[in-house]
């Protein structure tokens, strides 16, 4: 049972820049992550992050055929607005309707989503 996992990263010019390797039996993932940092005008945070997903054996699909390697990426956008923390995200993946019977990368659902998200701390 032979695994094994990679991380790094760096910091410069107020962004956070990373890539994460993963070698599970079975399965080779790949992340590359950024975190921009605020941006003009508008003050948003900006996060990036791609992954690759590639498996030994290819996945059946529910649909018919079979899938050995996918990917999936997300774009997070984040800012504070009268004490209130918004944030908005979309997420993607190269599968699509019944393939999506194979995913199993980083977000939460495999379908491309958008989510908004308004938060408030009580104390």
């Known amino acids: 049972n032979d695994a094994a996992e990679l991380y790094g990263g760096l910091s410069?010019?107020?962004?956070?820049?990373?890539?994460?390797?993963?070698s599970d039996p079975?399965?080779?993932d790949t992340t590359l992550f950024a975190d921009l940092g605020?941006?003009?005008?508008?003050?948003?945070?900006v996060t990036l992050k791609y992954g690759?997903?590639?498996?030994?054996n290819p996945a059946s699909l529910s649909g018919g055929g079979y899938v050995s390697v996918f990917n999936d990426w997300?774009?997070?956008?984040?800012?504070?607005?009268?004490g209130i923390d918004l944030n908005l995200s979309y997420s993607g993946t190269s599968?699509?309707?019944?393939?999506?019977?194979?995913y199993s990368g980083h977000n939460s659902y495999c379908d491309t989503t958008f989510m908004l998200k308004a938060s408030r701390p009580f104390f």
């Open 95 to 102: 599968l699509t309707g019944s393939d999506c019977s194979a």
């Open 38 to 45: 605020v941006n003009p005008p508008f003050g948003f945070d």
């Open 74 to 82: 997300s774009v997070n956008l984040s800012r504070p607005w009268l």
């Open 26 to 28: 079975g399965r080779n």
């Open 52 to 56: 690759n997903h590639r498996l030994d």
């Open 12 to 22: 410069i010019f107020g962004s956070r820049l990373g890539a994460a390797l993963s």
